[in-house]
C-alpha cells in the first residue's frame, strides 16, 4: 500500500521560503507513469494544483506560481520536495503530496494523497 | 487555463438519499475528469476518473457520467460517512485544475 507523508515547517515568516516534503513508503519514486505532485487548499477555498515532477526528473508547474515554485526528486531517500519563495499570507494554505498515475488507457488521476500539512504565513 | 464550476456549491440532505453534483468545464475535456472526497485531517480519496470509472475499492453507490463540458457525480444512497466535501479535477490539459468544491452537510 503506497503512503506518503507531508513534513515541514508550520510557520514562516513573510517574505522567506517555503520548504516541506514528502516521504513515499511503499512504492518506488522511480517507477515510470507517475508524477509527484504538490496541491494546496487555502482555508475556505478550493484546491489548486501547485505542479509536479516526473520519475526522470522533468517539472511542470502552474503558471500563477511558476515563477516561485521549485520541486525536486530524491530517489536516494525516496521522497520528493516543494520549495515556494517569498511567501506571503495568501500561501497559507493546507498543503498536500500526491501521486498522480498514468493508466495504460491514458489517463491521469490522483490516486493517492498525504493527509495535508498547514503551513501558515506570519510575522 | 480550464475552468472547472461545480454546483451547488453546499448542499444538505439526508442518510439514505439520491444526491447529484454537477461539474462544467470552461472547454471540452473529453472524458477527462475526475472525482475527490475530502475530510478534514484526512488524505483526499480519488472516487472515479475518466468520468466514469469506479476507483477500486469504492462502493458502487458512487457513479459518475458525462463528456465534453458537463460531468455529474451521484451518490444513490448517502451514508454517514459521505457527508464531506467533493471537487471535481480536469486531466485533459497538462495544468490540473480544479471545481471550487461541494460541501455536503447532514439536513
Known amino acids: 500500500q503506497v503512503q506518503l507523508q507531508e513534513s515541514g515547517p508550520g510557520l514562516v515568516k513573510p517574505s522567506q521560503t517555503l520548504s516541506l516534503t514528502c516521504i513515499v513508503s511503499g512504492g518506488s519514486i522511480s517507477s515510470v507513469s507517475y508524477y509527484w505532485t504538490w496541491i494546496r487548499q487555502p482555508p475556505g477555498k478550493g484546491l489548486e494544483w501547485i505542479g509536479f515532477?516526473?520519475?526522470?526528473?522533468?517539472?511542470y508547474y502552474n503558471p500563477s506560481l511558476k515563477s516561485r515554485v521549485t520541486i525536486s526528486l530524491d530517489t536516494s531517500t525516496n521522497q520528493f520536495s516543494l520549495s515556494l519563495t517569498s511567501v506571503t499570507a495568501a500561501d497559507t494554505a493546507v498543503y498536500y503530496c500526491?501521486?498522480?498515475?498514468?493508466?495504460?488507457?491514458?489517463?491521469?488521476?490522483?490516486?493517492?494523497w498525504g493527509q495535508g500539512t498547514l503551513v501558515t504565513v506570519s510575522s | 487555463d480550464i475552468q472547472m464550476t461545480q454546483s451547488p456549491s453546499s448542499l444538505s440532505a439526508s442518510v439514505g438519499d439520491r444526491v447529484t453534483i454537477s461539474c462544467r468545464a470552461s472547454q471540452t475535456i473529453s472524458n477527462d475528469l475526475n472525482w475527490y472526497h475530502l475530510k478534514p485531517g484526512k488524505a483526499p480519496k480519488l472516487l472515479i476518473y475518466a468520468a466514469s470509472t469506479l476507483q477500486s475499492g469504492v462502493p458502487s453507490r458512487f457513479s459518475g457520467s458525462g463528456s465534453g463540458t458537463d460531468f455529474t457525480l451521484t451518490i444513490s444512497s448517502l451514508q454517514p460517512e459521505d457527508f464531506a466535501s467533493y471537487y471535481c479535477q480536469q486531466s485533459y490539459s497538462l495544468s490540473k485544475t480544479f471545481g471550487q468544491g461541494t460541501k455536503l452537510e447532514i439536513k
Open positions: 515532477i516526473s520519475y526522470s526528473g522533468s517539472t
Open positions: 500526491a501521486r498522480e498515475k498514468s493508466d495504460y488507457n491514458g489517463d491521469t488521476f490522483f490516486d493517492y
